[in-house]
Structures are given as C-alpha cells and as structure tokens.
Nanobody, 111 residues
Framework: HVQLVESGGGLVQPGGSLRLSCAAS????????MAWYRQAPGKQRELVALITSGGSTNYADSVKGRFTISRDNAKNTVYLQMNSLKPEDTAVYYC?????WGQGTQVTVSS
C-alpha cells in the first residue's frame, strides 16, 4: 500500500522560493513517473510537473523556467523547487504516483 506525504508548503512573498518534498512509502517508486499537481480555489486540478524514472521532465507552460522537479530514488522522494513565485501559484500542491495521491500541502504567495 503506497503512501505519499508532502511537506514544505507555506506562506511566501511574491518573488520568493519554496521547496516541496514528497516522500513515498510502501513501495519502490524508482520505476515510475512521479508528478506534482496543484489545485487553486474554484479551479480544476492541473499538472505542474512530472519526472520519469529516467529523469526526463515536463512542465506546465506557466511554471517553465521557475520550477524544477527532481527525484532521489535512494530516499523514495520527489522534490519541487519553486522560484520566482507569483500570487497565481497559490494553490494546494499534490504529489502523485500512478493512482495514489498525497494529502496536499498549501502554498500561498502573498505580500
């Protein structure tokens, strides 16, 4: 039974940075695609970034050049480094592995 636990969210000013972490337990995730999604109030959940088992990455156009997804297979952990944050990045961020979702972590960008 796979479990995903996100951490690292919080309140940050525009232009600031945060790093989200997602620790997977219950399974070896090294062979799978891992992804970060986000959901803002009143909006649908959207894909932010994904990383394949081989380390290839893909990003939503809205975060390209600002966010970086990475993974540490030895630690069963995936990260999302978020720089130059904007108010429109405010959302609950979710980690995803196949059909499993984490509980989400709130990111609020506000002055």
């Amino acid at each position: 039974h796979v479990q995903l636990v996100e951490s690292g969210g919080g309140l940050v000013q525009p232009g600031g940075s945060l790093r989200l972490s997602c620790a997977a337990s219950g399974s070896d995730f090294s062979g799978y695609v891992m992804a970060w999604y986000r959901q803002a109030p009143g909006k649908q959940r959207e894909l932010v970034a994904l990383i394949t088992s081989g380390g290839s990455t893909n990003y939503a156009d809205s975060v390209k050049g600002r966010f970086t997804i990475s993974r540490d297979n030895a630690k069963n952990t995936v990260y999302l480094q978020m720089n130059s944050l904007k108010p429109e990045d405010t959302a609950v961020y979710y980690c995803n592995l196949r059909t499993t979702w984490g509980q989400g972590t709130q990111v609020t960008v506000s002055s």
